[in-house]
């Protein structure tokens, strides 16, 4: 059932025609989606992720993304990998439930109605892991969504 309110798509972060990431998250985490240059060898690229700050690039060149972090992450679950020519980079949310508009700091900021829609899917979420026999996929919200970490009690730490 989890399944079901997993991202339903990616959001795409574009700057003059070309997409420079794709990102989506979940309650724990934001991953974000490099699609990586053809014919550089993968060990050339380099990722380094801090708790305010992630910088991607090719070793030896000015780096493509050198950004501050939206909010701060848990750095030593945080990490990188690449398959099928993209990176795929995860950052644990050190506020879990936090509902992100970006993953860095004014760059590629969701619309109102997205970032509502992200937080209600994310609440569902979280009803989701609080109460696993139910499923909530079909689940609506009329009006504004609450705040999935501070409604009811907060989410439970584990």
């Known amino acids: 059932m989890a399944e079901k309110l997993a991202p ?6 574009v700057h003059n025609g070309q997409t420079v990431f794709e990102w989506d998250q979940t309650l724990e985490e934001v991953n974000m989606y490099i699609e990586l240059p053809k014919g550089v060898p993968t060990k ?20 493509y993304l050198n950004h501050d ?3 701060p992450v848990k750095t030593d679950s945080s990490f990188w990998t690449i398959e099928d020519g993209e990176m795929h980079i995860t950052l644990q949310k ?20 997205a970032a509502d829609q992200e937080q209600k899917r994310l609440m569902l979420q979280r ?11 079909q689940a609506q919200f009329s009006g504004t969504c609450p705040d999935p970490r501070s409604f009811m009690g907060g989410i439970r730490s584990e």
């Not at 339903?8 to 972060?13: D, L, N, V």
């Not at 009803?127 to 996929?137: I, K, R, W």
């Open 8 to 13: 339903e798509k990616r959001h795409a972060f």
């Open 44 to 63: 050339l690229f380099s990722c380094t992720i801090q708790a305010g700050h992630v910088e991607v690039g090719i070793r030896g060149n000015p780096p």
């Open 69 to 71: 972090l939206t909010h």
């Open 94 to 113: 050190r506020e879990k439930g936090k509902t992100w508009s970006s993953p860095i700091q004014g760059q590629g900021i969701l619309d109102p109605y």
């Open 127 to 137: 009803f989701q892991e609080e109460n696993p026999g139910f499923d909530f996929s």
